[in-house]
T-cell receptor
Framework: GDSVTQMEGPVTLSEEAFLTINCTYT??????LFWYVQYPGEGLQLLLK?????DKGSNKGFEATYRKETTSFHLEKGSVQVSDSAVYFC??????????????FGKGTMLLVSP | DTEVTQTPKHLVMGMTNKKSLKCEQH?????MYWYKQKAKKPPELMFV???????INESVPSRFSPECPNSSLLNLHLHALQPEDSALYLC???????????FGQGTRLTVV
């Protein structure tokens, strides 16, 4: 079945450092790819998405590019802030369930940013 | 309005209780979802409703009973739960045909 693999956390960075969180996927079709963020005690917020190969999603300084050849969707940010501390989930939508947005999530990567 | 609203935010219930979780959205989305998230784990899909009909049940135990009274509301009725059912229950909605899913803040359920 479909699956998403994320790098293990926590990722610990100083403010203004460069961030990369790796994400690779396995899918039988052509899924849409997403990054969601979860702040402590809260639900999930969509951070960015890409729906086809070579699409770049971006939001709030975060970027990720849909790479079909490497089945990857790595999250990057040039300069992190303390407020970016959260858990980041990479996810894909099941292409066999085209009428819905059923999501398969990676295990999540906790990001801790210190001042 | 791009919000999915869940109530209550926190719920503590005994194993013999009956309770309900509620979810509401006013974005005109025709697909609604329940996910379960255990601590330090990713969310896992439980149910999908499309046009108020149950479309997907991911082999969820019958002590969880979903209901979609209308296109804006989604309930999850709970009965005879076990302590291991303690988790964050997340509701989501999306347009018919897929696309991005919007999540609520979740209900943190503790079964004692």
């Amino acid at each position: 079945g479909d699956s998403v693999t994320q790098m293990e956390g926590p990722v610990t960075l100083s403010e203004e450092a460069f961030l990369t969180i790796n994400c690779t996927y396995t899918a039988t079709g052509y899924p849409s790819l997403f990054w969601y963020v979860q702040y402590p005690g809260e639900g999930l917020q969509l951070l960015l998405k890409a729906t086809k190969a070579d699409d770049k999603g971006s939001n709030k300084g975060f970027e990720a590019t849909y790479r079909k050849e490497t089945t990857s969707f790595h999250l990057e940010k040039g300069s992190v802030q303390v407020s970016d501390s959260a858990v980041y989930f990479c996810a894909l939508s099941d292409p066999s369930r085209s009428g819905y947005s059923t999501l398969t999530f990676g295990k999540g990567t906790m990001l801790l940013v210190s001042p | 309005d791009t919000e999915v609203t869940q109530t209550p935010k926190h719920l503590v219930m005994g194993m013999t209780n009956k309770k309900s979780l509620k979810c509401e959205q006013h974005m005109g989305h025709r697909a609604m979802y329940w996910y379960k998230q255990k601590a330090k784990k990713p969310p896992e899909l439980m149910f999908v409703y499309s046009y108020e009909k149950l479309s997907i049940n991911e082999s969820v135990p019958s002590r969880f009973s979903p209901e979609c009274p209308n296109s804006s509301l989604l309930n999850l009725h709970l009965h005879a739960l076990q302590p291991e059912d303690s988790a964050l229950y997340l509701c989501a909605s999306s347009q018919e045909g897929g696309g991005k899913a919007f999540f609520g803040q979740g209900t943190r359920l503790t079964v004692v």
